[in-house]
């Protein structure tokens, strides 16, 4: 089956700082890429929607001046936490489409902003 | 608007059955299920399109109601490895549109 991979799998940063986290599908090419965003025993929100070429389209209430999206290449989506708050912290999960129905996730990144 | 699961958590004895609602306020062209275990991605299970579809592999099926917008799954017989945390996700438009993931439905199995 496809693969998505997530790098790195946890991070810990100090308040102020920003971190990048990839999203890589890795056995075939992702016309679009979802940042979904998990709190701790809650369901998982979309964050924003990516597309190869092109900007992300964020969901209602996700500032894109701090959640930056790249999607450079159809193997690759980038999400930088600019300037992460303790608030930022959480489970950051990324899922690719190859233009079929199903979406295929990435194991995830745990975010701590100490 | 998050479609709404329920039960919202439920705890079985292994060989049990169970069946996990989804319900959505919109119209609905798919309807995709994960279980996601604790701290890890959620593992996709199945997808139901438009149409009335109904699934299943294994001991594991689903059903979707498009005029209710509403989607079924049912577990059968029930494992220790069926426990996680289940999720439906629902698409309201053609196909790759976005999910919007549901309530989730905590499904602990005991011996």
Known sequence: GAVVSQHPSWVICKSGTSVKIECRSLDFQATTMFWYRQFPKQSLMLMATSNEGSKATYEQGVEKDKFLINHASLTLSTLTVTSAHPEDSSFYICSAKDGTYEQYFGPGTRLTVT | ?111
């Open chain 2, 1 to 111: 608007q998050q479609p709404v699961q329920s039960p919202q958590a439920v705890i079985l004895r292994e060989g049990e059955d169970a069946v996990i609602n989804c319900s959505s306020s919109k119209a609905l062209y798919s309807v995709h299920w994960y279980r996601q275990k604790h701290g890890e991605a959620p593992v996709f299970l199945m997808i139901l399109l438009k149409g009335g579809e109904q699934k299943g592999h294994d001991k594991i099926s689903a059903s979707f109601n498009e005029k209710k917008q509403q989607s079924s799954l049912y577990l059968t017989a029930s494992q220790l490895s069926y426990s996680g945390t289940y999720f439906c996700g629902t698409e309201t438009g053609g196909g790759g549109n976005k999910l919007t993931f549901g309530t989730g439905t905590q499904l602990k199995v005991e011996l």
